[in-house]
């Protein structure tokens, strides 16, 4: 009876077929050994080790050392106290990867990679990328996870460590660099989530050394498993965004490793079917080139890394170092007698004005939290103003509460000039400071230090490093980590990494 119902609809499934023959194309044929889909899969499963140069070796050992700085920080942070509670109480005990700053805590892979994905990012002190995303934090958690799973006689070797890492961060910018909108800040979905997962899927598919069409699976699988609201910035739940992408993207890399198939034209320009194309209107992309081909580069070989010196939207870093220049200028209005700080620079102040790029998540007069505070251009401009600097400390509920920092945020004004684009790589920021007297005060800020065209020294990386990790790790086991990232393209295999983490 059964194959006479299924005989009975195969002309209507036939006829469907038919009607819907360009959206179901996707469907019914096989990916083409050129599409961009498999050439993404033969890339992550194709390059290899000694392709890494000297320079993406140095800059992405960076990454790696500040993402587990930043990591380790914020498991200080109550929004990652919620998430590990949530692990622990709400699934069973998996003891197998471990967990930034708690020592004897661990979780199983997936869940680990989410809970260090969230501490990364739950200070928004994590590397920003251009185009414009967080890469390291979705990437890194979910490859420690891994190593932490693999058996003691099969972990990966630092090189092989790096390799994946690399990898991630590879996906994460060729698919970027398929739309012009990717370039600037965004508005509709969270990058991380998007780009971030699908390069955490390929790093791990890369360390579980999964077959060519099995990494283009994993790439499919994430892609079901990706897209934030940016609506969401500036809240508790932001940095639930890098930790679901670095734990997704793992359970999207183990799915295909036990045979879970995807579409497989997900990277591809398809008529009729929407595949990334969903989460960019522009998205035009081109098939990788073979890894095996001459001449193959890296990304991050040209392209380098931004690090933070202060837990905040990249965009505040402008205002703060603008903000900081007037704070010296005010320094000399007041003469060697006045106070730099507090009232002694509400008093000279009559208007502030910031000219900074249109970006409505970030234009906050009145942040009422820290998180909406590291995405408020007036608050980072004011602290600055106040204090010369922003730190760690300018996001705490006594600097947050402060008198003076209100009475300054009262006298901001914004412009948004038209040569000022919503864009890390081409916008400015500028602080105006009128004062009671009359006197006008500037302060620009065109590349601050920290940015890719003038980054950190190793020296000021390692001082962040030491700053975060300090403040959950004793001195020996701070130290351990840098000696253990700085030589990780030198170890056999990434034990001494991970005994440090833990």
Known sequence: ??????????????TLRRLHQSALDVVDHPASEDSVTVSFGRFIQGVQPHQLTPTVLHRSKRMVLDSIGVGLLGSTTHVFQLALQHCQHMYGPDDISSVYGRRGTRLSPTLAAFVNGVAAHSMDFDDTWHP?????????????????????????SGRDFLLAFNVGIEI????????????????????????GTLGSAAACARLLSLEHSQCSHALAIAASLSGAPMANAATQSKPLHIGNAARLGLEAALLASRGLEASPRVLDDTAGVAGFSAFYEDY????????????LQFLLENQDIGFKRFPAHLGMHWVADAAAAVHKLLLGEQGSGGSGQGSGVVGQVQEILLRVPRSKYIDRPFPESEHEARHSFQFNACSALLDGEVTVDSFSQEAL???????????????????????FDRMYGEVQVTLVGGDVLNGRCDTFYGHWRNPLTN???????????G?????????????????????????????QLQ
């Open 1 to 14: 009876m059964l194959s006479k119902v299924q005989r009975s609809f195969r002309p209507a499934s036939v």
């Open 132 to 156: 414009a995303t967080h890469p390291s934090g979705a990437v890194l958690p979910a490859l420690l996870a891994v190593s932490d799973m693999l058996p003691s006689n099969s972990k990966p």
């Open 172 to 195: 994460q910018g060729r698919l970027m660099r398929f739309s012009n909108e990717a370039h600037n800040i965004p508005k509709r979905f969270h990058p991380p989530t998007v780009v």
């Open 284 to 295: 035009a992309p081109q098939p990788l080139a073979s890894p095996e081909e001459e001449g």
């Open 401 to 423: 509460q402060r008198p003076d920092l209100y009475s300054l945020l009262g006298r901001v004004h914004v412009e948004h000039p038209h040569d000022n684009p919503a864009n």
């Open 459 to 469: 020296e000021s990386l390692r001082k962040k490093f030491r700053s975060n990790a």
């Open 471 to 499: 403040a959950v790790l004793p001195r020996e086991k701070v130290e351990g980590l840098i000696e253990a990232v700085e030589g990780l393209d030198r170890l056999e295999d990434c034990c001494p990494l991970l005994e």
